[in-house]
């Protein structure tokens, strides 16, 4: 049978939001405090849902150890404690949420070839979240 | 369509053995969640239901009675029990069993709400999500 196994994981970085296109006005315009010159930072939550059918030796979609140390390889051991805008990923794109979300979803689908990364969710705040489904990838 | 869910705790102990395996593979494959005496969590349970609002009521389904149901199929008994020993589903035989991981707790769930659900009719089982600790979770959605 088919099911769902999540992991909810934190990681502490920093960023600032800065158009390259934009105006120093049309930035401070679009982007208000999160423009502001030196940057700030969060406590994210990534939050990794990956689907599989249940394993009959083990009971599990995947083992949680092994999701572990890829999610820590491939996402935390980059991020984690990083200026999320000197990472090569944000050279030219801009380190929004929804930016990070989809990169921490693409980074996630190539290192765990085997099994579906059905979603991931990252939480900038507790009040705000951002989500990229396997349905509906781009 | 509304999907409507409600949430409900209990605390249980479990151990993982797959009974086919020696005590090392065991060890290998659940670390320490294959401490043979067992260990427990804090559960949260998250019982969501699709269905039409009724027009009269404004509901989907009573919220009081999918706590009822909740509390008669699941956690009558499974709150402060160990599910090992104690619960139909996971107790085992000599060289088979069902160990109590999230997902198959999740299965499990859904296959005690399911059939009260279907029969009060108005509205369907769609998932059921099993935390294990805030951080650990598994969902079952009915799929095969």
New interface residues.
């Given amino acids: 049978m088919k099911a769902y196994f999540g992991r909810r994981y934190t990681l502490s970085a920093s960023h600032r939001l800065h158009a390259g296109s934009l105006s120093a006005a049309e930035n401070q315009a679009v982007y208000g405090k999160c423009n502001n010159p030196h940057g700030h930072g969060h406590n994210y939550v990534v939050e990794v849902v990956v689907a599989g059918q249940v394993d009959a030796e083990t009971g599990m979609v995947v083992n949680m150890a092994t999701l572990d140390a890829v999610v820590r390889a491939t996402v935390l051991d980059r991020f984690d404690h990083a200026n999320l805008n000197f990472d090569p990923i944000f050279v030219n794109l801009v380190p929004t949420t929804e930016n990070l979300c989809r990169a921490i979803f693409h980074l996630l689908r190539e290192a765990l070839p085997v099994i579906e990364v059905e979603r991931v969710r990252v939480e900038e705040t507790e009040n705000n979240f951002f989500e990229c489904h396997a349905h509906g990838v781009s | 369509m509304i999907y409507l869910t409600r949430r409900a705790t209990f605390s249980a102990s479990h151990y993982?053995r797959?009974p086919?395996?020696t005590a090392e593979q065991n060890e290998t494959?659940?670390?320490r969640c294959a401490n043979r005496n067992g260990h427990g969590h804090n559960y949260t349970l998250e019982v969501t239901v699709a269905g039409e609002v009724d027009p009269v009521t404004g509901f989907v389904v009573d919220l009081k009675w999918l706590k009822d149901v909740i509390e008669r199929e699941v956690l009558a008994d499974w709150d402060h029990r160990h599910l090992n020993l104690e619960a139909l589903e996971f107790i085992a035989s000599e060289r088979t069993a069902?160990?109590?991981?999230?997902?198959?707790i999740?299965?499990a769930a859904w296959k005690r709400l399911e059939p009260a659900v279907a029969k009060a009719g108005g509205a369907r089982l769609s998932r059921v999500?099993v935390y294990e600790t805030?951080?650990?979770?598994?969902?079952?959605?009915g799929?095969?």
């Fill in positions: 993982y797959n086919a395996w494959i659940f670390g069902l160990i109590p991981t999230t997902e198959n999740a299965i999500r805030p951080e650990i979770f598994a969902e079952f959605r799929e095969a």
